[in-house]
């Protein structure tokens, strides 16, 4: 059929109908909110590249955590930053610091939230990097152990899923076989799958004072032009006994969450990473843009690319926004 009698244009006539035939819903429950914790009490900090986004103590973080949960949000993704760094990031696997004592007062707090942690070392260590560092080089296997150590630490405090972002060879793996070993064996893995070397996460580096203190990321984190590296990267993970895979940054590689979901049935995450975020407020603040219909619009594009689970800075407003609809 053909124009005059095939009319597109009659199935947007008004929102009744453009609802009815709608292809992707976004939903509060899609979305995983990020949040950055820290020792100390009542401290609720924001962090200035993020508008809108905090440096939090426990306290302050489960009143957030709660305000998410009564919006429909179900889960939070725990950073966390520690009193003291060192060359093998030891704080990163301490039942004292900062992650596993927010994860513990959390779970007490709000049973039902869902508490993912993010699983790295680039936080805790003294040169920024993601593990064992000697004659500047980043020691893959070495590293390996003391993320397990981590992972089994954030297990042991209460955590719901842990989400290792390390981009290491086989640590998914090795945080499976610490988990299991330790009667764990129901904690699911939601690896950081296919993560990119990427200009977006500047304002993540000041939130988790990360930076690294030479060099960079490149010899770990994926190179920005490669797709099927991504998928032997999922693939890979899979093998090793993820449950939930990643794809990050989302919005320069929608391209990739699209060939994971056609090419992989596992859960898929997206992660809508700091830059993405801090574009969009920097926009909105000088009125360049209509922030409510940009977030929601980049959130949907990225669920229709095929994402599952949407991690996003921008989780709180979009869902009043969608709840308000």
């Known amino acids: 059929m053909q124009f005059p009698f095939l009319r597109l244009r009659r199935l947007r006539r008004n929102e009744n109908i453009r609802k009815m035939v709608r ?58 930053l520690p009193g003291k760094k060192d ?14 004592k927010a994860v513990k007062a959390v779970k007490k707090a709000l049973p039902e939230i869902i508490v993912i942690t993010d699983v790295c070392m680039c936080e805790y260590t003294s040169h920024g990097h993601c593990g064992v560092v000697k004659d500047g080089e980043l020691l893959n296997d070495p590293t390996l152990e003391l993320l397990a150590k ?16 390390d981009m290491m060879d086989g640590r998914v793996k090795a945080i499976r076989e610490i988990l299991d070993n330790n009667g764990f064996e129901d904690i699911p893995i939601m690896s950081y799958a296919a993560k990119y070397s990427s200009a977006f996460y500047g304002p993540f580096r000041e939130a988790a004072d990360s930076t690294p203190q030479f060099g960079d990321r490149k010899s770990y984190q994926m190179d920005p032009p490669n797709l099927r590296e991504a998928l ?13 895979v990643m794809v990050k940054p989302a919005l320069a590689y929608l391209d990739v969450i699209r060939e994971a979901r056609r090419n992989f049935n596992h859960p898929l995450a997206a992660y809508n990473v700091s830059g993405e975020y801090s574009m969009v407020k920097a926009a909105a603040e000088k009125g360049w843009i209509d922030e409510k219909r940009v977030v929601t619009e980049i959130l949907t594009g990225i669920k229709r690319a095929g994402a599952d689970i949407v991690i996003t800075y921008h989780a709180v407003d979009a869902a009043k926004w969608l709840i308000s609809k």
């Open 232 to 244: 032997r990267e999922i693939s890979l993970d899979i093998q090793e006994g993820a449950d939930i």
């Open 87 to 100: 060359e093998i990031g030891s704080e990163a696997y301490s039942a004292e610091g900062a992650v596993q």
């Open 23 to 80: 292809e992707t819903e976004l939903s509060p429950a899609d979305f995983v909110y990020p949040l950055f914790v820290v020792h100390g009490s009542n401290v609720r900090e924001e962090i200035s590249s993020m508008p809108g986004v905090f440096h939090l103590s426990v306290d302050m973080l489960i009143k957030e955590a709660e305000s998410a949960l009564k919006l429909g949000i179900p889960s939070i993704l725990l950073f966390g």
């Open 150 to 165: 981590t992972a089994l630490s954030h297990a042991e405090a209460g955590a719901d899923i842990v989400a290792p972002s």
